[in-house]
Each structure stands twice: as C-alpha cells, then as structure tokens.
C-alpha cells in the first residue's frame, strides 16, 4: 500500500525478480478510467498472465471446464455457454505449485480497481484458495481506503471477514533519501548537479519516486534544472487531473464539491474550512455527514490525508493540479 508512484509496483517486481516462485501478475491500472469491470476483463488477464508461463505449466490447464488450448495459446472462455470458473483456476494453479514444489503467488496490482467488477464476486474463489489450497495473494494499490473497501476484512458478511493479511506500507523518501536517489542516479549518467538544485527538486516534489524518476530523466533530456523541474510538474500536474477524473467517473453528483475540497485544502485546511466554503458556494445549508462523507472518500483514495486536525494534500504536486 502506498499513494501513486510511490513504488508498489517497482517494489513486486523486484521481488518477482528475487523471489523463486511462479508469479502470476495481474495488471488492473489500465482499468483506472473504467466505470466497471465484467468477468470477461479479469479472466482476460488470468488468460494473459497464465500464457505467459512455460508451456509444460500450461498443459497442465488442459480438461478444466471452461479452457481451450489450442497449439500453446490458453483461452479461458467467459460466455455463458463456455466460462471458465476461477475457483477451478485457483485449483489448477495450487496443484502445479506442489508438482513443481514451487510458491504460486498471485499478485492483484492496484487491487482498488477490483471494486468496480459487476457481476462477480471475485472474494469467493479468494477466500476458498485462502482456506483450502497453496496459493499467496499479494494486493497492492494506491487507494489505500479503497482497497480496504474491497478486501472486507472486517465485514461480517464477506467471504475474506477475519481473515489474516500482512501489510506493508510504502512511504515517499525523505529529504535526505530524495537527494541521495537523485545523486545516485545522476552519478550512474556522469550529470553534475549541484547541491542547491537537489534541495530546490526536493523542495517542490517532495519525495516521491515516480517525480524524482520523472526530474531525472528530464534532466538527462533538457541538461538543466529549472526546464527539467518545470516539465515534471507539468507532466505530473496532468497525470493527476486525469487520475482526479477517474476518481469522479462514478460520482458526477458531487463533482463541484470535491473540486471545492481539494481548492480549499491546497495548502491544508480544516473539517469547518470545508463546510463554510461549499456552504458559501451553494448558499445552501449542507449536512455535516455529507461533508465527512466527502472527506472520506477524498481520503480513502489517497487524495488528501489527515494529520492532526489538518487535511492536507498527500502529494506535493496535488496542490499544484489544483
Ligand atoms: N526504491 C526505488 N528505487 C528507485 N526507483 C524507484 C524506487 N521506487 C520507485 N522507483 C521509480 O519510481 C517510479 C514509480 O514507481 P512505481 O511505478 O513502482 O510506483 P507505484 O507505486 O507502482 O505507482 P503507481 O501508483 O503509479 O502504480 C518508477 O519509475 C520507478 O522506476
Ligand atoms: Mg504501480
């Protein structure tokens, strides 16, 4: 778990690297913009990642209801008339793991986006591999709130309720981290840079990976800071407008609303700062439980986090996008 670009991704795949096991990788960020997901999308992937694996594995896939091999290319069907089912997917998958005396491990990157599958529960054959066979599952994502909401660990009435997960938090650097990265890595090209642009670099991106990678590489590009930090904001600026997009795709209702907060939390702000600016701006009343509910959700999808009595941004350039 940790805000966007602040390395989840990179981190797996270090350990998909290190770690002798066989890895089943699922993307689902290409599914951000989506309003929903179908079955059809997520056993599109297990098709994808599963074909990636060496064919004497894939074989092994042959007689499962619902999956067609023809030559070395798996299809896993998804129509009524021939779906696969992935419980039956999860099985196959635990058996080759104790053929091959391997660790199958199953990776759900940016997992919030599993919400939005209608249709399918996906937490049933999760919870049946968690109780009955050898698999490990590893969730990442960058709505921390969100994949919670999805996980439902703690719902009663949920098929993973009270079930033990392991987590791990991934913070940005710290100042001193930022500016050894960056050193680091512009040793790696032979690029000076001096010690007052280091600091200026960190002073305006704060210490996330995905912007200090982004300044560097900039940098290499432009050979100069100022042009290098400008096109990192902008760049980054962007991405987080598009990804704020996607946050209100299934919440066009309270669209204005949600500008005013992150408007009016730029720089922080508090709890009654967020009511008297939307109140001011509807000239309407408006009930305290829809203002925390606002809040929430802003939080629980990593836009803002709360520090004492102060929502802030949880990204430096958040305030810059808007
Ligand atoms: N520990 C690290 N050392 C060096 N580079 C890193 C490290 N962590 C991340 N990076 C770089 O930072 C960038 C963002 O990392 P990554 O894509 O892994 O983040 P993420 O948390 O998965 O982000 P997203 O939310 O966008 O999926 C990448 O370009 C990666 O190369
Ligand atoms: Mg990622």
């Not at 039956?88 to 990776?107: A, D, M, P």
């Not at 109780?131 to 439902?152: A, P």
Request: aromatic letters at 12%; proline letters at 2%.
């Amino acid at each position: 778990m940790g805000i966007r670009r602040s390395g989840k991704s990179s981190l797996v795949k270090v350990l998909m690297r290190k770690e002798e096991a066989i890895w089943i990788y699922i993307d689902l960020r290409k599914f951000e913009g989506k309003n929903y997901l179908n079955y059809k999308d997520i056993v599109q992937e297990f098709e994808k990642a599963i074909n990636s694996l060496p064919d004497k594995l894939k074989n092994l896939f042959r007689g499962i209801k619902g999956v067609n091999i023809s030559g070395l290319e798996i299809r896993f069907g998804w129509d009524r008339e021939n779906k696969v089912d992935m419980s039956n997917v999860f099985e196959k998958l635990s058996e080759i793991s104790e053929k091959e005396g391997k660790k199958v491990i199953i990776v759900f990157d940016e997992s919030q986006e599993l919400r939005k599958l209608r249709g399918y529960n996906l937490l049933y054959p999760i919870a049946y591999a968690y109780d009955n066979l050898k698999l490990r599952f590893i969730f990442t994502g960058s709505e921390i709130g969100m994949v919670y909401k999805f996980l439902k660990l703690e719902d009663p009435k949920s098929p993973l309720y009270g079930r033990a997960v392991t987590e791990v938090y991934i913070n940005p650097f710290s100042k001193d981290m930022a500016i050894e990265f960056l050193k680091r890595g512009f040793d790696e090209v032979k690029v000076k840079v001096s010690d007052e642009e280091l600091e200026d670099t960190y002073n305006n991106l704060g210490g996330i990976p995905g912007w200090l990678t982004y300044y560097g590489f900039y940098h290499i590009q432009y050979k100069d800071h100022k042009t290098a930090l400008e096109k990192t904001i902008l760049t980054g600026v962007e991405l987080i407008r598009e990804e704020f997009k996607n946050f209100l795709l299934n919440r066009q209702e309270a669209k204005e609303r949600y500008y005013t907060i992150m408007q009016v939390c730029k720089q922080g702000c508090r709890w009654s700062e967020i009511k008297r600016a939307i109140e001011a701006k509807e000239g309407v009343r408006i009930d305290d439980k829809e203002v925390t509910g606002l809040i929430r959700n802003l939080i629980d999808a990593s836009f803002l986090a709360k520090e004492g009595e102060i929502y802030r941004p949880t990204d430096a350039l958040i305030a810059k996008a808007f």
